[in-house]
């Protein structure tokens, strides 16, 4: 049997902001080698990417979005 809680998946809007941040700052914890992090938007734009604000936010703290799609 598969670990129920082995993939997190964040959801808000557009996938732009809250979503992108919180599936970052988990993986920054260090929790993503146990976990599978992602992030989806219910009506997010194909190829739309993480706002500028995010990006700015999450990099001050050292974190990145790579794969972030």
């Given at each position: 049997?598969?670990?129920p ?8 809007t ?8 919180a ?6 914890k ?11 938007g ?13 990006l700015?936010?999450?990099?001050e ?9």
């Amino acid at each position: 049997m598969s670990d129920p809680f082995a993939h997190v998946l964040f959801v808000c809007t557009g996938n732009t902001c809250r979503s992108p941040m919180a599936e970052g700052l988990l993986r920054a914890k260090g929790q993503s080698d146990s976990l599978e992090v992602s992030s989806a938007g219910i009506a997010a734009y194909e190829g739309g990417g993480a706002s500028t604000e995010t990006l700015e936010i999450l990099q001050e703290r050292g974190i990145g979005l790579d794969g972030f799609v």
